[in-house]
């Protein structure tokens, strides 16, 4: 069984953990009942848009903590476009972006969401709807 690196290292710490799953059962559980009541809620939530750019296209559900994977609340997730959730990766993968820093959903999010704006040369408030 592989580890899928989704990121940190620490529960709790507003940062991804390592899931011991492989990436087929990973994809497994994005087709379970649990998940889509999760994704689902978090749509409804968030005005469907980027909670960075705010954006409406191309969005998704990221996963921002991950404890077990059926033990995941509403507060774990952020609705992010293809663009958002791609340029959030690179910055962890490029170490520019320590997520482990904040002890808070919120502070993971607030630093998070700086980096990608500056990464991507945005200014200004956005809407957040999270």
């Known amino acids: 069984m592989a ?4 990121g940190g290292e620490k529960e709790g710490s507003g940062c991804n953990q390592l899931l011991d799953m492989t990436k087929e059962q990973y994809q497994v559980y994005l087709q379970s009942p649990h998940w889509k009541q999760l994704r689902a809620e978090k749509w409804k939530r968030s005005h469907k848009r980027c909670g960075i750019c705010g954006s409406k296209e191309q969005l998704q559900v990221h996963h921002m903590v991950y404890r077990q994977i059926y033990d995941v609340q509403l507060t774990d997730l952020r609705v992010l476009c293809d663009t958002c959730h791609e340029t959030t ?8 972006l320590d997520v482990r820093a904040s002890e808070t959903h ?4 607030q630093r998070t969401k700086t980096a990608v704006k500056m ?6 408030n956005c809407f957040s709807g999270q």
Do not use: D, E, Y
Request: glycine letters at 18%; zero cysteines.
């Open 3 to 6: 580890l899928i690196k989704t």
């Open 89 to 96: 990766h690179r910055l962890i993968n490029a170490g520019r």
């Open 119 to 124: 990464a991507r040369g945005l200014r200004g």
């Open 106 to 109: 919120n502070g993971w999010f």
